[in-house]
C-alpha cells in the first residue's frame, strides 16, 4: 500500500484537489454557508491577487519605461552627433567665408594700388614684451626683398627685415625698434610714428603743434620706405607737451592680431596711395 502512495502520490493528490473543489461547489450550491465559506476564501485571496497583479503592472511598467529609455538614448546620441557634426560644419564654412572675404578685399586692394604686390599668408607669430613681428610664407625665392612695406586692407602692418629661402620676418609697426613718418590727416601735422613696448603706438609732433584730437587718422608721410597715404592708426590720447615734443597715444588701424593674409608692396613706392584706403 505505501509502495502505491509512493509511485502514484502525485495523481491521489491531485484527485483530492479536484474532490476538495466539486465538494466546496457542491456546498456553495446547496447550502448558504458554502457560500459564505467561498466567500471568506476571496476575502482572502483576492488582496493577494490584486497585490500580485500591481507587482505584474510595475514590473511591466519598469520594463516598458526601461525600453524607452534606451531608445531614447540612442536618438540622443545620434542626434547630439549629428548637431556636432553639423556645427562642425557651420564653423568650417564660416571660416571659408571670411578667408574668401579677405581675399577678395586684398584683391580689390591690389587692383586699387596699380601696382605689382605679393600675396602672402601669416604663419608663425613672435610677440613678447619687447620684439613684435609675424613670419609670412614668402621669401627669397618669390623676389621679396628687406625693407619692402606690409599691408593690408585697413593699413599698414609693418616692413620685411629678415629674408628666408621660402618665408620672411615683418617687423610689426608696433615693434619698438618700428619708426615711419607719419602725418595727422586732417591737421597735416607731420611726426614720427614709433612702436612702444606692449603693442601700442605714438606719434611725437613738434611741441607747437595743437588742434590734434582724439580719432584723428595718422597715416604715412611719404618720403621713405612707406609710401604716402597708407593708414597707420588713430589718436586715442594727446598729452601735454613737455620739452620739445607732443606725445600722441595711436590706436594702430590694423588688428595686428588677428590678420591672416598681408600684401608686400615694391621698395621705394612713389606717389600718394591715400585714394586706395579711402573708406578707411
Known amino acids: 500500500m505505501l509502495e502505491l502512495w509512493i509511485r502514484y502520490r502525485k495523481y491521489f493528490r491531485l484527485f483530492l484537489v479536484l474532490l476538495a473543489s466539486l465538494t466546496l461547489l457542491t456546498i456553495q450550491h446547496k447550502r448558504p454557508e458554502g457560500r459564505l465559506l467561498a466567500d471568506g476564501v476571496a476575502a482572502i485571496t483576492a488582496p493577494v491577487q490584486e497585490a500580485f497583479a500591481r507587482v505584474h503592472r510595475g514590473a511591466l511598467g519598469l520594463w516598458t519605461t526601461y525600453l524607452e529609455w534606451k531608445v531614447l538614448r540612442a ?21 571659408l567665408d571670411s578667408e574668401n572675404e579677405r581675399l577678395r578685399s586684398l584683391l580689390a586692394l591690389r587692383e586699387r594700388l596699380g601696382v605689382r604686390t605679393i600675396g602672402a599668408e601669416v604663419v608663425a607669430r613672435d610677440w613678447n614684451g619687447f620684439t613684435r613681428g609675424l613670419t609670412i610664407n614668402r621669401g627669397r625665392s618669390d623676389g621679396l626683398e628687406r625693407l619692402q612695406p606690409v599691408i593690408v586692407t585697413r593699413g599698414v602692418v609693418g616692413r620685411v627685415v629678415e629674408l628666408r629661402h621660402g618665408s620672411a620676418i615683418v617687423q610689426l609697426v608696433t615693434d619698438p625698434a618700428s619708426s615711419i613718418s607719419g ?30 584730437m582724439v580719432g584723428d587718422l595718422v ?62
Open 75 to 95: 536618438d540622443n546620441q545620434r542626434l547630439s552627433a549629428e548637431v556636432t557634426a553639423l556645427r562642425l560644419r557651420q564653423l568650417r564654412q564660416d571660416e
Open 183 to 212: 602725418v595727422v590727416n586732417r591737421t597735416r601735422a607731420q611726426g614720427v610714428i614709433e612702436g612702444v613696448a606692449g603693442g601700442r603706438m605714438r606719434l611725437k609732433l613738434a611741441a607747437r603743434e595743437d588742434g590734434v
Open 219 to 280: 597715416s604715412t608721410a611719404g618720403g621713405g620706405l612707406f609710401p604716402k597715404g597708407l593708414p597707420v592708426g588713430r589718436v586715442a590720447r594727446v598729452h601735454v607737451p613737455t620739452g620739445l615734443f607732443r606725445i600722441i597715444d595711436l590706436e594702430p588701424a590694423v588688428d595686428l592680431a588677428r590678420i591672416e593674409e598681408v600684401l608686400v608692396l615694391p621698395r621705394e613706392l612713389a606717389g600718394d596711395l591715400g585714394g586706395a584706403f579711402s573708406d578707411t
